[in-house]
């Protein structure tokens, strides 16, 4: 599994969430993470989640990653949830170890009452998807919804520690799905 | 999904591991946890991590939990150690509001590098099993590991925090199935 | 799973078939039945069945019957027309109660040589769909083929009667399929 | 998939729901229907439905439907659930043409709230495999049950129709499987 | 499984390999191996093979297998690359009992450093299906991409002989998939 | 995938198709391909083919091949049958290559009629298992089958050559096997 940063300031607007996104736009071929910094705001005709159609799904600035997975075949949208699940408890637990006490609601991070995140997971028949975006600030963010960035859960966050906490996710998440794949192999079945 | 605590201080022999358990033991039926407090010594015959065999594992005093799954037919070992890292970090997640601050590797509990907990998954076509010990108290543990009891990690447990920890974990487990079954049913997929 | 029956008098026009058809339409999430009584007149763009391209699908009055399943992941056509024959051979159970002897021919039924009900099995990736209509009266059905409706069968049906048909005939399937899963977790694999 | 009804009185103790049965006792290769008039004692040590355990299961004479497929890889045992309620469903209308009315819930069948037939399924991972019997005669049959045969169902039942009667749900049962593996063939999926 | 020579010369632009191709346009039902002698020009909407997008797919006379899969329920890509390997190990065998003797590259053949053929394989939910394109002449294949066609292979070829040829990859690989469904009725599992 | 070449002239006693035999005797963990050159002579209660139920499958010496998978959860035995053949295929190719030219026919090859190997394919719900055993000599082989070994294919074979057959033939296999994997994640599907 490929972890690339993107360096660019990329808008999400749903589309990277479509499977063979991450190879038809940066050639990243196989099961991937990118990730990058930039502002959403998520084009009607590409949401996914039917319980937001109609509303808007936007901030000015976010860390982005995109997940794609090959290894299972086909591809289910329940093990790709399952799946989001682990790397959101990832996120909140390696928030934790930087002092940001978070709670979570099913894939939602909070702080303090407000929302830091948003996530969906998808697939298609070969490749399941998760989307994961955590605000950097507080603005352009939806005014019918508390939301909160990172740089306003800690104070004295800066770029440089906020790149190490992106690398230091992606990183974790896959070593986790590695260590799964490492524990089927020495686990008898009955 | 049944959730039903033991009273009984019963022995973790490994045999709970085997499908169909709780059904032929204490008559819950479907997908359920049963957690209970109580000593662990693993019959060789029933180790079923080739990684262990000729280890010792057993611990004198722990919470134990096991897990059954029937929603997914055939069970495959794959999808049982996601939702066994799932339980996993929701244990570590609690721990930590408890004030317990531990660090996990795989399926493994430390607290200040000490190991707090064991756990294995499993499967055979028609069930997932899971199961997660935790040593309440440093005792009987094997004498070449260093570990620790939860009574160790924050002195001013006591049994009923214990027994309200053991509540909490089954129930978080249980609502964090149930929200991603929910979240394939508001998901498009392509 | 959900039962629900709709009071409108609803075209069947073959979208009720896509996925999703009853949350986006009724906010019934997850599994589910709904039925409902109304004409049909599938649009040669809805039709999802390759030997009916070309025909005319229709009926002025049917008792329509949608089905939605998210229990297996990845969804499958074929447990997908497993269910479907068994809903098929639920409704005609149900009809030989009511005294209305009927003929089966797959997902098709006869009374007295006369088609009275037509059906489709599909699916998605994440969902798999049924669509089951039953003729009332039979008028408004193609030139091509001999035709009946319910009230020709049997003439002392009223639409209380119907109703109630039509409730015992969802009430019944979802029965079923409960009973299959409750089974399943009682039941040893080799 | 093959049809084979068996000319000797074979008792049915438990052993024919095991994987391979026919082809190791019959050379009956593949997914197969095999059918014979003979007793029932299953074993204690053959008893596959936990719910049954420590009850007597038996009768002096019952037609015995074996069934397998290896259609399906890997095989598990909710799709051979829902084909063992296609065989029921089957018999129970097959009967109701011979003017037997029969009631059914799950996967028994009862006539006048008498129970005629007793019924499993079970899979191993490379085949599934369903027993059903019905009672030709009340005689042997448990003491703490109702039961009835069908020879009591009607009076002017002999062998010769009850031959035609297993033929009957045999071929039936194999028409059902095909019909659905060729509606797959013509049905577009989302 | 079908197999259906087509005597006409049906350009291949790519549109055969959508799912369900065989019976829309030739009414051949369920899974079939259709074959035929014909132009290719793929046209970039119909192109699946993301690492082509912008090159030509070109060849003035190919023979054209075109195969699709409805056994297993749901599709899937992985199995279905499994199959293609199978067939192109089969042309290559079968060529080489010819006395072409070839090399194999994935799904690629080459004689003498040359491209002989083109392949692709994909998958709907329903459905599995493979193209195989070879050469019968160098001919309107791309400038940058050295090829050759069975003509240029073997002088004395002639078209009675590449008639035989078809049949006989298209029975080899028909009896192959039989065989594999065959082994599994006789081998036990663990 | 790992491959390893045992030098040890090891016993094939039927017990090396056992799921986790390479980690159990070897430490061997994950997919692997073990192959060696020794005897073989399966115990009866070893035998996994029930055709061969009272054979005797026995040689003085023979390449042993045994492979296991644990990409596909949970293992399926079509899957691995279609492995099987993918695997056989290749060693008469580079039989072929070697200027031994046999025939095949499903998982046998023949050199001049006569029985060069045999192979067997398995799985468990975690892993699918191949063995694949070609003789060296003809020698200590059942007297009721024509065999033949390797050395008598081609006289100026010696061990040196055939170690490097053995070395190709596992790297060509798992090279396939990469090669499928990495095609899957550059096709479009439907």
């Given at each position: 599994m490929k972890y690339k940063k993107l360096e660019e300031s990329l808008l999400?607007?749903?589309?990277?969430?479509?499977?063979f996104w991450a190879f038809k736009?940066?050639?990243?071929?196989?099961?991937s993470i990118l990730a990058w910094i930039g502002p959403m705001e998520i084009k009607p005709e590409e949401l996914?989640?039917?319980?937001?159609?109609?509303l808007e799904i936007k901030s000015n600035k976010m860390i982005h990653f995109i997940i794609e997975h090959?290894?299972?075949?086909?591809?289910d949208i329940k093990t790709c949830y399952h799946r989001q699940r682990l790397f959101v408890m990832i996120v909140k637990d390696i928030l934790s170890e930087l002092g940001i006490k978070t709670t979570r609601s099913g894939d939602d991070i909070y702080f303090e009452g407000r929302k830091l995140s948003v996530s969906i997971a998808t697939c298609s028949n070969s490749s399941m998807k998760i989307h994961f975006g955590m605000n950097?600030?507080?603005?352009?963010?939806?005014?019918d919804v508390e939301t909160i960035g990172l740089l306003e859960c800690r104070k004295d966050l800066d770029y440089k520690k906020i790149q190490l906490l992106v690398d230091k996710i992606s990183e974790s998440y896959i070593k986790e799905i590695d260590s799964i794949e490492e524990d089927i192999t020495k686990t008898k079945v009955f």
């Open positions: 999400y607007d749903g589309s990277p969430i479509e499977p736009e940066f050639k990243v071929k196989g099961s996914i989640d039917y319980e937001d159609v109609g090959f290894d299972i075949q086909p591809a950097v600030k507080d603005e352009g963010t939806p005014d």
